[in-house]
C-alpha cells in the first residue's frame, strides 16, 4: 500500500498556511469536503496527542473519522492517524508538510495513506477509494489556496 501525494503553491507563509490548517474553529470557512471538524476530550487547540474529528458533507454519505495528531512541528508538518472511521476502511494516515518555496510562497503537499476492507474485495475498492480520496484532497488544497491568498 504506497502513499499518494498531492502538491499546491500557496503565496503565504508556512506559519500563516500551518495555523489555518489546524484551526479547527475556522476549519468550514475553507474546507468543502467537511460538513463539521472538531477537537476532542476537552482540547483548545491541535497539537501532538490531540484527537479531532472531522465529518464529510452530506454529498459524501456524512462519512466521520478520528483521528490523532501523530506529529505536529508548526510550521513543517503535521500528521494523523485514524482512531475511528468508516466501516470501509480499516487504516487511514495523513500528513501535511509546507516547504517554503521563496520569500512570498509555500509548497503544501498532503500526503495520505489508506486501507479498504473487506480485505477480499481491496483489489476493487482500493484504488477507487484512493481516487476518490486524491480528487477530494486536491478540491481541498485549491480551496485553501484561494482562502490563504485572499486572507490578509
Do not use: N
Not at 503565496?11 to 469536503?33: K, N
Not at 482500493?126 to 478540491?139: G, I, K, S
Amino acid at each position: 500500500m504506497a502513499s499518494v501525494a498531492t502538491a499546491i503553491e500557496i503565496h503565504a507563509s508556512p506559519e500563516a498556511i500551518f495555523d489555518v490548517l489546524h484551526d479547527y474553529g475556522r476549519r468550514l470557512e475553507w474546507d468543502p469536503f467537511l460538513s463539521e471538524a472538531c477537537l476532542l476530550d476537552g482540547a483548545l487547540a491541535a497539537g501532538l496527542g490531540v484527537t479531532s474529528r472531522c465529518t464529510a458533507r452530506p454529498g459524501f454519505g456524512g462519512l466521520a473519522m478520528e483521528t490523532v495528531y501523530v506529529a505536529f512541528d508548526r510550521p513543517r508538518v503535521a500528521a494523523v492517524k485514524m482512531t475511528r472511521g468508516p466501516a470501509l476502511l480499516s487504516l487511514f494516515a495523513a500528513s501535511i508538510r509546507q516547504d517554503p518555496v521563496d520569500a512570498e510562497a509555500t509548497r503544501v503537499t498532503y500526503r495520505f495513506k489508506l486501507s479498504t476492507r473487506p480485505a477480499w474485495l481491496r483489489g476493487v475498492i482500493q484504488p477507487v477509494a484512493e481516487a476518490v480520496f486524491r480528487r477530494e484532497v486536491r478540491a481541498r488544497l485549491v480551496a485553501l489556496k484561494a482562502h490563504c491568498e485572499r486572507t490578509p
